[in-house]
């Protein structure tokens, strides 16, 4: 599958290793595609995020919350035909720490689904570090990851993507469901910057017997 990733940070370029070696096509949609701004990325896979969506099966938002709104426009038109799979997070800084810009009424994955009229889109990809992206297949007991999202056929294609990463792809429900999952990711940002739990950890579902 083509997957265009909007954002070539360290989740953009993480999802790009872990999706290449699963042998999908991966390229970068960025507002500078300069080779020399991204030297671990191969200069055919960077474009202006309009010419990286264009051709794309799949579009990942990998960007900074308050880049997101901009990053969707500079796409240009999104049909019914594309899955957008939106990773970001609406976090904001507050006096304790990072806190959600958005609260429990809405979600950041319902306003890019507001953003993204006709277009099919899923909250997944937000619950982790960067550094598991890539590496969700070295854990003992595979991590979970919930993907929210209102189109089930194309749903069962977003967590296909979630599993060729290496995690056990969880049906989270609607995408109103971003409003948990949103929050989620809040826990697993406090135990690794203020429990001192490191970013070597991911949850996991675990069954008894």
């Not at 083509?2 to 989740?11: D, K, L, P, S």
């Not at 854990?139 to 929210?148: E, R």
């Not at 948990?180 to 970013?199: C, F, H, N, S, Y």
Request: hydrophobic share 45%.
């Amino acid at each position: 599958m083509r997957i265009a990733i909007i954002g070539a940070g360290n989740v953009g370029q993480a999802l790009g290793r872990g999706w290449t070696k699963a042998g999908h096509e991966i390229v970068f949609g960025v507002p500078d595609p300069t080779p020399a701004r991204y030297p671990k990325l191969k200069a055919e896979q960077l474009k202006l995020p309009a010419a990286a969506a264009a051709n794309a099966a799949a579009i990942v938002l990998a960007t900074p919350w308050d880049k997101t709104e901009a990053a969707v426009a500079s796409l240009g038109e999104v049909s019914d035909r594309i899955i957008i799979i939106d990773c970001t997070n609406p976090l904001t800084m507050t006096p304790q720490g990072f806190g959600l810009a958005l609260g429990f009424d809405r979600s950041g994955g319902e306003r890019v689904a507001e953003w993204t009229k006709g277009a099919a889109v899923f909250k997944t990809l937000n619950q982790t570090g960067a550094e598991n992206m890539a590496e969700a297949a070295r854990y003992a007991t595979k991590p979970a990851m919930f993907i929210a999202g209102d189109d089930s056929a194309k749903k069962r294609i977003v967590m296909q993507l979630d599993s060729d990463l290496g995690f056990e792809a969880v049906d989270a429900g609607p995408l109103s469901s971003a409003r948990l999952l949103e929050p989620l990711a809040l826990v697993w940002i406090d135990q690794a910057l203020k429990r001192g739990r490191g970013r070597d950890f991911a949850f996991a579902l675990v069954r008894r017997g």
